[in-house]
């Protein structure tokens, strides 16, 4: 264990179902972190959150919805997606933003499959 | 768009041998930062070199940094089948206050025992 947590670990989904994603750490970090990995693909940051506040939406398409009630907690909201969609999903945090000077600390992340 | 491009993409070696991966990034960074995949799992977080550094070691890890010529080194010494795994590069750039970190595609190497 990590310290941070993610759950489900897979998920196999239909493309009009609607699911979400959960990530948590307790390591008292303040940034959280959603990136996309596909195969052979560079991972992909999709969203930024320091202190609850999204710092960054890297052109991530509205079929997914991030949500960050507190600083422990981060969700993907995940609906009508694609094939092309299916990745492994991986959640982070760190201790400093901006930057992150001690490293991240990843999840296991959810291998999504879209079918 | 990508910034650290790992080379080479794949890498395999004997167990004793010693293993060098190669990272180029583009922009100027605050920090540059190497992880470790094992299959289908998430990053570890191996070492962070900053800017003004030049190599720093962590047990069979040795990590240079050359600025010049934006590019990071990444030396596993001793190398041993547990090591088998795929490494990334990432890059803390300097401009704008985004937080964010740049991955590479990654090296995938193999460790014979």
């Known amino acids: 264990e990590t310290g941070v947590t993610q759950t489900p670990r897979h998920l196999v989904m239909g493309m009009t179902n609607k699911k979400s994603l959960k990530c948590e750490q307790h390591l008292g970090h303040n940034a959280m972190y959603w990136y996309k990995q596909s195969a052979k693909k560079p991972l992909e940051l999709m969203f930024v959150y320091n202190f609850k506040e999204q710092t960054e939406n890297n052109s991530v398409p509205s079929r997914f919805s991030p949500e960050c009630p507190n600083s422990s907690h981060l969700f993907l909201h995940l609906h009508t997606l694609q094939p092309e969609d299916s990745a492994l999903y991986l959640c982070a945090s760190s201790r400093s933003f901006p930057g992150a000077s001690g490293g991240y600390t990843f999840g296991s992340g959810t291998r999504l499959t879209v079918v | 768009s990508q910034q650290g491009e790992e080379d080479p993409q794949a890498l395999s070696i004997q167990e004793g041998e010693n293993a060098t991966m190669n990272c180029s990034y583009k922009t100027s960074i605050n920090n540059l930062q190497w992880y470790r995949q094992n299959s289908g799992r998430g990053l570890v977080h191996l070492i962070l070199?900053?800017?003004?550094?030049r190599e720093k070691h962590s047990g069979r890890l040795r990590v240079t940094l050359d600025t010049s010529k934006k590019s990071s080194s990444l030396l596993i010494t001793a190398s041993r089948a547990a090591d088998t795994a795929s490494y990334f590069c990432?890059?803390?750039?300097?401009?704008?206050?985004?937080?964010?970190?740049?991955f590479g595609q990654g090296t995938t190497l193999q460790v014979k025992p």
């Open positions: 070199i900053r800017s003004n550094e």
């Open positions: 990432a890059t803390d750039r300097s401009s704008g206050n985004t937080g964010k970190l740049i």
